[in-house]
């Protein structure tokens, strides 16, 4: 469980590590454990609302064959900047770098995340906005709600 006294950066940090770890092991439970649901995802290209698991799992799962695809041997992702905007919500944008083999396969994108505190004490994301501008392919794993969309992905 969170501390109370973590900072919106060691909030949003720790779920950078969960949730990375997650995708890179193909977890989906550990991953589905920091996500609200409904959950909320945007991409320049798409707005959708996650509303079950399964749904999730899909997503999840056109993320990981995009990534596995790619070669994709380190998803390094860091907090830029985080805030608390109430004792229950923060404010956090992260960047993400994919590199295979130690080379970076596109230019690194920002995610803007809003990650509440549920009853349970737990600090979960609640909705992201992507700003991926240079591949299409991962744009569409991140909209992968229909086969032709995770189609398009891999």
């Known amino acids: 469980m969170q501390e109370p006294t973590q900072s919106a950066h060691e909030i949003s940090e720790h779920l950078l590590d969960r949730t990375g770890n997650a995708i890179m092991s193909d977890r989906f439970t550990d991953f589905l454990a920091c996500f609200v649901l409904p959950y909320h995802m945007e991409t320049l290209e798409s707005s959708r609302l996650i509303s079950t698991a399964p749904g999730m799992e899909t997503t999840f799962q056109a993320v990981r064959a995009h990534l596995n695809k790619h070669e994709i041997t380190?998803?390094?992702?860091?907090?830029?900047?985080?805030?608390?905007?109430?004792?229950?919500?923060?404010?956090?944008?992260?960047?993400?770098?994919?590199?295979s083999r130690g080379v970076m396969v596109q230019q690194p994108y920002p995610t803007f995340s809003v990650i509440r505190r549920g009853w349970d004490k737990r600090w979960r994301i609640s909705s992201s906005s992507y700003v991926i501008v240079d591949s299409d392919p991962l744009n569409a794993a991140l909209a992968a709600h229909t086969q032709a969309a995770r189609n398009a992905a891999t």
């Open 74 to 99: 380190l998803m390094a992702r860091h907090c830029v900047s985080a805030s608390f905007r109430s004792e229950t919500e923060v404010a956090a944008t992260h960047e993400t770098r994919l590199i």
